[in-house]
């Protein structure tokens, strides 16, 4: 492992480990989750999923009508582990009002072009949907750029669509790990 990787961690927010939208296999792979954090050399950047009280109205609302991420709410912070590592090592959290963050892809861009950085691996929440969102913006910013996902520190919406997007993710050229 490279100290000048990047290790992106999306969304490990309550709502999506034991909140409205929590599952079983993200509780399952968080302790995995906060041991590659605590390990990892290099440098780490999170993500925030980030609503308002009117998401139910929002596009994403309509589609998924579940009220989750509410900006300053319980399920709206990272996990306690996650949170308490991320204020003790000062990390840098793209909050984020969609499933991408076209800040996060610009970031890596920036990094990557001034040499700071010389990978990328993503882990966390949901793999199905802003897990893979983030990764298929930032192989768009940076094709060149080696990216790979740690499949054991991800969960998707269920098993089955994790692994759909683990396979999408490879087609894209996104190297996947811990299979």
């Not at 599952?23 to 990892?40: C, G, I, N, S, Y």
Request: overall charge negative.
């Amino acid at each position: 492992m490279s100290t000048n990787e990047l290790l992106v961690v999306i969304d490990v927010q309550n709502d999506f480990v034991s909140g409205s939208l929590g599952t079983a296999e993200a509780q399952a792979m968080l302790p995995r989750l906060m041991d590659k954090v605590t390990h990892f050399a290099g440098q780490i950047v999170l993500t925030q999923d980030t609503h308002g009280c009117d998401y139910l109205q929002s596009n994403e609302g309509q589609h998924l009508p579940v009220e989750h991420c509410i900006s300053g709410t319980p399920g709206w912070e990272l996990v306690d582990p996650l949170k308490e590592f991320a204020q003790a090592h000062n990390l840098q959290i793209f909050c984020k009002p969609s499933f991408g963050s076209m800040d996060l892809a610009a970031y890596i861009k920036e990094q990557a072009a001034s040499g700071c950085i010389d990978s990328v691996e993503l882990c966390g929440l949901c793999t199905d949907i802003c897990v893979i969102s983030n990764a298929l913006l930032i192989k768009a910013q940076c094709p060149e750029l080696p990216l790979k996902v740690d499949a054991a520190c991800c969960a998707g919406v269920s098993p089955q669509l994790h692994q759909a997007a683990l396979q999408v993710m490879h087609s894209c050229q996104v190297e996947v790990v811990n299979v």
